[in-house]
């Protein structure tokens, strides 16, 4: 699963860089992509999770270390905030790691998956270890983009490494785990970005929304529930980041409108069809219908409350023109082209 | 050997965890980086062990040389720290000793308490020179980690780890300036 990503990921660097506005240091973006690109390789080739977390943890050193704060007289997020979050998410995965190795009483190997689900929900920034952040960062700087970036290949390699450690009998505390915090985080995320007073916040409590329904499906253990977690990922590495990107400029100028191209926008952001969050959630309500009826009575209605938060994050991405329209047009096509053929994709990824 | 080795560690830790300054820091990450140079001998070998020792010992050097030239351990209103090194350490023992069975006890003891004072160092500190010395000790920490599960880990984490630990004490945090000019 985790070279898609990977490619998926340079796909969208391209479109970051392509798309920047001109008064965004291209080359600063590209080279920082490049390292962010690098790290994400080097996590898929590390043949443990402990090279991974090491790999982590110099990105994070290395990403916190190069962001420039905002000018202003306190910054919201210095160098202190900005290490927090992820050390955290660090260190609860290498105790839950520790935990999981140890010989001693099953209730030790429970502690351990505790301490995996926390440390990877940490990681990608999810409740309750929501990660602080300041909408006038910039690109570089702001955990958003950093999360949907890298967070895929990221979660996709601890839970395929963390599944070799933890053992049968602590797999199924390991899946309910995943679906409790996923449906949490998709109910929270959804409802937030519909309600939420600003447009940036909007955005990131809806790539909230997305991880909550990726880890049900990871937590799903079935073909069904890892291929719409697969899709799911690979519809936020290529959708909603690039479309966060291209927003970002309307944002800062409150310029939201109601074209046909916002409307189309809201429909890939809403998972409908013909895009790729469609057959991502056919799949994940097969796969929970499959395992426990009523889990996919939940995940349906709260599929419904993506609409509002949709057609709101649509409506803030102004009307792209010139590379941006361009832009908007390659996700919308690559979107649409994942969502009609999803099957090549997933054979690709061996599901 | 192994049992003061972990001791060592957890003083190192501790040190880490009561130090505002520089020397402080350095002391203790000394002091870590022995100990752990030492429990990682049984799966790193000689390669691991030098690759911890070689990452922990630039990481030191360079924590002494970098910042303010004072000791800072136990500066006034440290008692929650000095709590919270006892407590992790008695806990850590008991589950280390008591809770979990087989060989290597002094190792899961160090990597226990190694990698929960620091990431709580990590969450309660705001100067950069003490955030950068508790993520060299938390590289340190992962790099012995796998020795916990097998005895034949190889040398890669360690290498992987000693790296990690000297190279971000070398960083320095840039500046404030405006974001327009860096991705709007």
């Given at each position: 699963m985790g070279a898609e990503l990977l490619l998926a990921a340079a796909v969208t660097l391209g479109l970051a860089v392509?798309?920047?506005?001109?008064?965004v240091a291209r080359r600063g973006l590209f080279t920082r992509g490049l390292v962010g690109l690098a790290g994400m390789a080097a996590m898929l080739a590390a043949p443990s999770l402990d090279l991974v977390l090491l790999i982590l943890l110099g990105m994070i050193v290395l990403q916190a270390g190069s962001a420039v704060p905002v000018a202003g007289p306190v910054p919201r997020r210095d160098f202190a905030t900005r290490l927090r979050a992820p050390i955290l998410a660090i260190a609860l995965l290498a105790l839950g790691l520790a935990f999981e190795r140890v010989q001693g009483p099953t209730v030790l190997e429970r502690f351990g998956v505790v301490g995996i689900v926390a440390g990877l929900v940490a990681a990608v920034g999810l409740l309750p270890y929501v990660h602080e952040f300041d909408p006038d960062e910039s690109v570089i700087a702001s955990p958003i983009p950093w999360i949907a970036f890298v967070g895929p290949l990221l979660a996709v390699t601890v839970l395929s490494r963390a599944r070799q450690v933890i053992p049968a009998e602590a797999s199924d505390a390991f899946g309910a785990m995943l679906i409790g915090l996923g449906l949490v985080n998709m109910l929270?995320?959804?409802?937030?970005?519909?309600?939420?007073?600003?447009?940036?916040?909007?955005?990131?409590?809806?790539f909230m929304a997305d991880w909550g329904l990726v880890l049900c499906g990871f937590g799903l253990a079935i073909a069904d529930g890892q291929a719409a977690a697969l899709i799911l990922l690979v519809s936020i590495v290529l959708g909603r980041l690039p479309l966060y990107l291209l927003s970002r400029e309307a944002i800062r100028e409150k310029h939201p409108t109601d074209r046909p191209i916002n409307l189309v926008v809201a429909a890939l952001l809403a998972g409908s069809a013909p895009f790729a969050g469609f057959p991502a959630r056919v799949l994940l309500l097969r796969g929970a219908t499959q395992l426990y009826w009523p889990l996919a009575l939940v995940l349906a209605v709260g599929m419904l409350l993506w609409l509002p938060a949709a057609l709101r994050l649509g409506r803030s991405m102004g009307m792209p023109r010139g590379r941006q329209a361009v832009g908007a047009a390659i996700v919308l096509a690559v979107n649409i082209v994942l969502g009609l053929y999803p099957q090549p994709f997933l054979a690709l990824a061996g599901l | 050997m192994f049992v003061a080795a972990a001791l060592l560690?957890?003083?190192?830790?501790?040190?880490?965890?009561?130090?505002?300054?520089?020397?402080?820091?350095?002391?203790?990450l000394a002091v870590l980086t022995v100990g752990f140079a030492v429990l990682t001998w049984p799966s790193g070998a000689v390669l691991g062990a030098s690759a911890v020792a070689a990452g922990g010992a630039i990481a030191s050097v360079q924590c002494w040389r970098s910042g303010p030239a004072t000791w800072g351990i136990m500066p006034a209103g440290s008692t929650p720290r000095v709590v919270l090194c006892v407590g992790s350490g008695v806990l850590a023992l008991w589950v280390a000793a008591s809770v979990t069975t087989g060989p290597g006890a002094p190792l899961r003891f160090a990597v226990l308490v190694v990698l929960g004072l620091m990431g709580v160092r990590v969450l309660a500190g705001r100067e950069t020179a003490v955030l950068l010395a508790a993520i060299a000790c938390l590289a340190l920490a992962l790099a012995v980690a796998p020795g916990v599960a097998a005895a034949?880990?190889?040398?890669?984490?360690?290498?992987?780890?000693?790296?990690v630990a000297a190279g971000v004490?070398?960083?320095?945090?840039a500046g404030r300036a405006k974001a327009d000019k860096l991705g709007g």
């Amino acid at each position: 699963m985790g070279a898609e990503l990977l490619l998926a990921a340079a796909v969208t660097l391209g479109l970051a860089v392509f798309v920047a506005p001109p008064r965004v240091a291209r080359r600063g973006l590209f080279t920082r992509g490049l390292v962010g690109l690098a790290g994400m390789a080097a996590m898929l080739a590390a043949p443990s999770l402990d090279l991974v977390l090491l790999i982590l943890l110099g990105m994070i050193v290395l990403q916190a270390g190069s962001a420039v704060p905002v000018a202003g007289p306190v910054p919201r997020r210095d160098f202190a905030t900005r290490l927090r979050a992820p050390i955290l998410a660090i260190a609860l995965l290498a105790l839950g790691l520790a935990f999981e190795r140890v010989q001693g009483p099953t209730v030790l190997e429970r502690f351990g998956v505790v301490g995996i689900v926390a440390g990877l929900v940490a990681a990608v920034g999810l409740l309750p270890y929501v990660h602080e952040f300041d909408p006038d960062e910039s690109v570089i700087a702001s955990p958003i983009p950093w999360i949907a970036f890298v967070g895929p290949l990221l979660a996709v390699t601890v839970l395929s490494r963390a599944r070799q450690v933890i053992p049968a009998e602590a797999s199924d505390a390991f899946g309910a785990m995943l679906i409790g915090l996923g449906l949490v985080n998709m109910l929270w995320g959804s409802v937030a970005s519909w309600r939420t007073a600003g447009d940036a916040a909007a955005w990131r409590y809806s790539f909230m929304a997305d991880w909550g329904l990726v880890l049900c499906g990871f937590g799903l253990a079935i073909a069904d529930g890892q291929a719409a977690a697969l899709i799911l990922l690979v519809s936020i590495v290529l959708g909603r980041l690039p479309l966060y990107l291209l927003s970002r400029e309307a944002i800062r100028e409150k310029h939201p409108t109601d074209r046909p191209i916002n409307l189309v926008v809201a429909a890939l952001l809403a998972g409908s069809a013909p895009f790729a969050g469609f057959p991502a959630r056919v799949l994940l309500l097969r796969g929970a219908t499959q395992l426990y009826w009523p889990l996919a009575l939940v995940l349906a209605v709260g599929m419904l409350l993506w609409l509002p938060a949709a057609l709101r994050l649509g409506r803030s991405m102004g009307m792209p023109r010139g590379r941006q329209a361009v832009g908007a047009a390659i996700v919308l096509a690559v979107n649409i082209v994942l969502g009609l053929y999803p099957q090549p994709f997933l054979a690709l990824a061996g599901l | 050997m192994f049992v003061a080795a972990a001791l060592l560690a957890w003083l190192g830790a501790s040190l880490i965890v009561l130090s505002d300054g520089r020397r402080g820091l350095a002391l203790g990450l000394a002091v870590l980086t022995v100990g752990f140079a030492v429990l990682t001998w049984p799966s790193g070998a000689v390669l691991g062990a030098s690759a911890v020792a070689a990452g922990g010992a630039i990481a030191s050097v360079q924590c002494w040389r970098s910042g303010p030239a004072t000791w800072g351990i136990m500066p006034a209103g440290s008692t929650p720290r000095v709590v919270l090194c006892v407590g992790s350490g008695v806990l850590a023992l008991w589950v280390a000793a008591s809770v979990t069975t087989g060989p290597g006890a002094p190792l899961r003891f160090a990597v226990l308490v190694v990698l929960g004072l620091m990431g709580v160092r990590v969450l309660a500190g705001r100067e950069t020179a003490v955030l950068l010395a508790a993520i060299a000790c938390l590289a340190l920490a992962l790099a012995v980690a796998p020795g916990v599960a097998a005895a034949s880990a190889g040398p890669v984490p360690d290498i992987a780890g000693g790296l990690v630990a000297a190279g971000v004490v070398v960083l320095r945090p840039a500046g404030r300036a405006k974001a327009d000019k860096l991705g709007g």
